[in-house]
């Protein structure tokens, strides 16, 4: 699998371009749809399709021009479509502009699978907040696309809209159980590992680290 990675938007929220060998997908574009498309006009690639973890602004404010280019569908977990729909709407409270996200979407559940990713529905930022995780290959440790519930050396917020800090731990404890190499990609900042955030990150030094 092979992984590009762009900083996009004035919040700088990371959107992916995803090679694996059952499709190449786009998670998260944020914003700067020119960026995106001259992306994977110098990779050469062709996405299949949108997946979101969530639907907060800096996380869908590219959907719309990709769709309108690419004809691409998009996927979100339903609990996250009032954010989807009002996304446009709260980026212009924060002084922002983007274009209404294009409706309809495909509906992300819980254990789904699709595009060799597995789908989990890890709310606590957002209701219908979404994990993308991808086993990797004999040698390769497990990634996952954690969207904003995890980053390196911290954690989502939970005092937004549809938040809620119980179930965002709750999330959190879930996640420390898949293998400590397994590799994040979070919707801010850099990579990082499992194995380093458990011991480094002051937000999950009292979770317990199930094996």
Do not use: C
Not at 160 to 169: C, I, K, Q, V
């Amino acid at each position: 699998m092979r992984v590009h990675r762009l900083s996009v938007g004035p919040l700088q929220e990371n959107t992916y371009l995803v090679e694996g060998t059952e499709g190449t997908v786009l998670i998260d574009p944020g914003d700067e749809a020119e960026r995106i498309l001259a992306l994977l006009e110098s990779t050469g690639l062709r996405p299949e399709a949108i997946l979101l973890t969530h639907a907060h602004f800096d996380h869908v404010g590219a959907v719309a021009p990709l769709v309108e280019a690419l004809s691409l569908p998009v996927f979100l977990h339903p609990l996250d479509l009032p954010l989807y729909r009002h996304a446009a709407e709260v980026a212009r409270m924060w002084g922002l502009a983007i274009p209404n996200p294009p409706l309809p979407v495909e509906p992300l559940e819980e254990g789904q699978v699709l595009f060799g990713f597995t789908v989990w529905h890890l709310p606590g930022h957002s209701p219908g907040h979404v994990a993308f995780l991808h086993p990797g290959g004999a040698l390769d440790p497990l990634r996952v696309f954690s969207g904003d519930l995890l980053f390196r050396g911290s954690i989502g917020r939970h005092d937004l809209p549809g938040a809620s800090r119980e179930d965002l731990f709750q999330s959190l404890r879930r996640l420390l159980t898949l293998p400590p190499r397994t590799e994040v990609y979070p919707g801010h900042g850099p990579s990082t590992s499992l194995a380093l955030e458990a011991k480094t990150n002051p937000f999950l030094l009292g979770l317990e680290w199930e094996t």
